[in-house]
C-alpha cells in the first residue's frame, strides 16, 4: 500500500485497485468529455435542420453495422465481403414479421438479429478451413446466395418488387420524423458501440484478437478456433441484422437493390478509412463515407456554376475517389482515421513542450 506524504502533492492520475485500473473512462476528464458529447447528441436534432439529423440516422445506422464487421475483421481477422447482404437478412426478417405476420417492431428487431446471427454463423463455417483471399471468396458466395434468395423467393420476400414497413411506434407514438426516430438509433448506436468496447476486454474479445494475430499460436494455447471464428462471423452478423433491420424501417422501402455488394465494399471502407481493430474508427469511417458523397455534390453544385458539365463529371468519379481514398489511407496510415486523431491528441498533450 502506498503511503501518502502530505508535504508531497500529487501529479498524474493514481489507480489504486484493478477496477479503475480497467475501467474505459479512467480519467476524470475523460467521463467530462463523455458527457459533455452525450448532451450535444442530445440536443443534435433541435438544433439543426432536419435534413442533417436525417443524415445523423444514416451515419448511426452505419456505424452498427461498421462496428459489427470490424469485430469480425479488424479484431478477429476474418475477412468478409458479404456485410451488405447480411443487412439484407436483418432487413427482410423485420419487414416480414413486421408487414405480413403483424409482429411489433420493437419483436422483429432483436429476432433479425438473432436470425442473421444464425445466417451468419453458418457461412461462417468454412472460416476454420479457409483464411486470407479464400475466405474472402467464401463471403462473396455468401453475398450472392442471398441476394439470388431474396431475388427469386417471391412468395415470402416479393423478390425484385420489394416490400413496405412503416417506421415504429411506441404506445401511440409513431416514429415518423427524422427527430423521433434519431433516438432510437442514437441508443442502439452507443448500446453497439459499449457492447464491442467491453467485448473486447473480455475473454471472447482476447480470443479474437489471439486467432487475428495468429491463429496457430492461438490453437497451441488452447483457443478453440472453430468456436470463436464462428462467434465473430455470429456476432458481427447480429450487428449487420439489427442495422439493417433499422435501415428499413427508417427507409420504409426495401428492395433487393439496396444489399448489393457495392454496400458490402462500402462498409469494407468504412472499417479501413477508420481503422482496423478500433471501435470508435468504425464511427469515424460511417461517419466519413456517409459524408463524402454529400460533400462532392455540395461542392459539384458550386463550382457547376463556373465550369459547366463539372458536376456530371463529379458524381460520376465518386467511386473513384472512395477507391483513391483507400489506396492513400493504406500508404500513408494504415490505421486509418482513429490513428490520426489519436496523434493528434497526443500532440496537444505535449504541446508546446514536446520534447
Known sequence: ??????????????????????AILSAPAARIKVLVLVALLLVFPWVVNPYYVGVANLIGIAAIGAVGLNILTGFTGQISIGQGAFMGVGAYTAAILTAKLGFSFWVALPVAGLVTAAVGAAFGIPSLRLKGLYLAIATLAAQIIIEFVIVHWTSLTNGAAGMVVSR?????????????????????????????????????????MAIRDRDLAAAVMGINLFKYKVLAFAVSSFYAGIAGALWGHYMEVISPEHFTIAVSVEYLAMIIIGGLGSVLGSVYGACFIILLPIILRGAAGYLAAGIP???????????AFFGLIIILFLIFEPEGLAKLWKNIKDYFKLWPFSY
Do not use: W
Open 168 to 208: 415504429p411506434s411506441i404506445g401511440g407514438l409513431v416514429l415518423n420524423t427524422n427527430q423521433s426516430f434519431y433516438y432510437l438509433v442514437l441508443a442502439l448506436a452507443v448500446a453497439a458501440i459499449v457492447f464491442a468496447m467491453n467485448l473486447m476486454r473480455t475473454k471472447v474479445g482476447r480470443a479474437f
Open 309 to 319: 458539365g463539372i458536376e456530371t463529371i463529379m458524381l460520376g468519379l465518386q467511386h
Open 1 to 22: 500500500m502506498r503511503v501518502r506524504n502530505p508535504l508531497v502533492m500529487d501529479c498524474g492520475i493514481y489507480h489504486t485497485s484493478y477496477r479503475h485500473d480497467m
